[in-house]
Structure formats: structure tokens, C-alpha cells
T-cell receptor
Framework: DAKTTQPNSMESNEEEPVHLPCNHS???????IHWYRQLPSQGPEYVIH???SNVNNRMASLAIAEDRKSSTLILHRATLRDAAVYYC???????????FGSGTRLQVQP | EAGVAQSPRYKIIEKRQSVAFWCNPISGHATLYWYQQILGQGPKLLIQFQNNGVVDDSQLPKDRFSAERLKGVDSTLKIQPAKLEDSAVYLC??????????FGQGTRLTVV
């Protein structure tokens, strides 16, 4: 599986935007970029995914670099409930299981 | 829509004892996963089922771990005998189309 690199931790203030980076320089053409997050004492939950184009949903936006070697998860207005570990995961079309790294722990200050 | 159900939520056992975890996936989801999450780490895949067949069990310690998914619905994961290093959260997940996975809350196992 192609590897992703994320900062161990980030801090944000409530109601401000948050940009969570992910590097994936060895990404292949068939790899989708997935983001999941894990709230304290919960299982991971799906946030968003994309292939080449930027994606938006009710939770977040995903900005994908033109060369696809990096991506950024954008939370437009962080709330205290967004404090979680965020995982950036690559998965190709032929493999179903998610391979998790250590993720980025996001702290949100009031 | 009901989520992925797991039980028990917590379990404490002594080393060398056996333990079993149960998972009920979202109705209609053909793919079921078991993950192990050690404190401070991301989840690690143990086994993946497609209906009642095993797709990937390459990281399952088969000398002590076993899993089954009878009739392609519920699944059980068993550890026998347990070791101290098996202390972790065991997460079950399911998916319909093989992309978005839905996770249960997990079972926290403590081996003493």
C-alpha cells in the first residue's frame, strides 16, 4: 500500500477553518484518497474521499494537488466536536480494506 | 438505519483465558472487517470477509485468533489463549460497495 504522511498533531481555535495536510508522494493512478476521523472512544467514521478533483460534502472539503502527491482536508468552521484523530488513507479500486496510519490528532480550543 | 453493533463493550480477562467478541453489521452489507487498535495507534486489519468467505486474513495471528461469519451476517472473533499484548480495542466494520466503511464502537479488551 502507498504510504501517507501526516503531522502528529494540530491545534485550532473554535469557529476557525482548519487545514489538515497529507502527503502521498507514491500514490498510484488508481488510488483514491480517503479521510476518516475517530472521535474519543468511538470507531472511525467516514469523512470524505476523492480521486483527482476537489470534493465537498456537508462535513468537509477535500483539496487534491494537481500532481496528486498531496491533499488537504478542510474543516470550514471547527467546533469542539471536531476534536478527533484524522486519518488520510489511500485505497486502490481493487482492494477493499482500509489501511490506517497514525493520523493527525486535532485539538480545538474554545 | 441501525449502525454496526458490537458486544460486549468492555471485557477484562486473565492471560491464557479465552474470549469472544460479537459483531452484527449493517443489514445488507456483504463486507465485514475486524480491526485491532492498540492504544495510541491506528486500527490494524485482522480479517476481512466477503459474505461468509475470507478475503484477507494475512495479519490474523492464526495460532490464537479465529473468526467466522456464519450465513454471511453476524461474525465472531475469538482469542484463545489471550496474551497481555492482546489488550486493545477490537473494531468491527462493514461496507456495502467496498468503499465507505461503517465502524462499530468497538470492544475494549484488557488482559491482566
Amino acid at each position: 500500500d502507498a504510504k501517507t504522511t501526516q503531522p502528529n498533531s494540530m491545534e485550532s481555535n473554535e469557529e476557525e477553518p482548519v487545514h489538515l495536510p497529507c502527503n502521498h508522494s507514491t500514490i498510484s493512478g488508481t488510488d483514491y484518497i480517503h479521510w476518516y476521523r475517530q472521535l474519543p472512544s468511538q470507531g472511525p467514521e467516514y469523512v470524505i474521499h476523492g480521486l483527482t478533483s476537489n470534493v465537498n460534502n456537508r462535513m468537509a472539503s477535500l483539496a487534491i494537488a494537481e500532481d496528486r502527491k498531496s491533499s488537504t482536508l478542510i474543516l470550514h468552521r471547527a467546533t469542539l466536536r471536531d476534536a478527533a484523530v484524522y486519518y488520510c488513507i489511500l485505497r486502490d479500486t481493487g482492494r477493499r480494506a482500509l489501511t490506517f496510519g497514525s493520523g493527525t490528532r486535532l485539538q480545538v480550543q474554545p | 438505519e441501525a449502525g454496526v453493533a458490537q458486544s460486549p463493550r468492555y471485557k477484562i480477562i486473565e492471560k491464557r483465558q479465552s474470549v469472544a467478541f460479537w459483531c452484527n453489521p449493517i443489514s445488507g452489507h456483504a463486507t465485514l472487517y475486524w480491526y485491532q487498535q492498540i492504544l495510541g495507534q491506528g486500527p490494524k486489519l485482522l480479517i476481512q470477509f466477503q459474505n461468509n468467505g475470507v478475503v484477507d486474513d494475512s495479519q490474523l495471528p492464526k495460532d490464537r485468533f479465529s473468526a467466522e461469519r456464519l450465513k454471511g451476517v453476524d461474525s465472531t472473533l475469538k482469542i484463545q489463549p489471550a496474551k497481555l499484548e492482546d489488550s486493545a480495542v477490537y473494531l468491527c466494520a462493514s461496507s456495502l460497495e467496498g468503499y465507505e466503511a461503517f465502524f462499530g464502537q468497538g470492544t475494549r479488551l484488557t488482559v491482566v
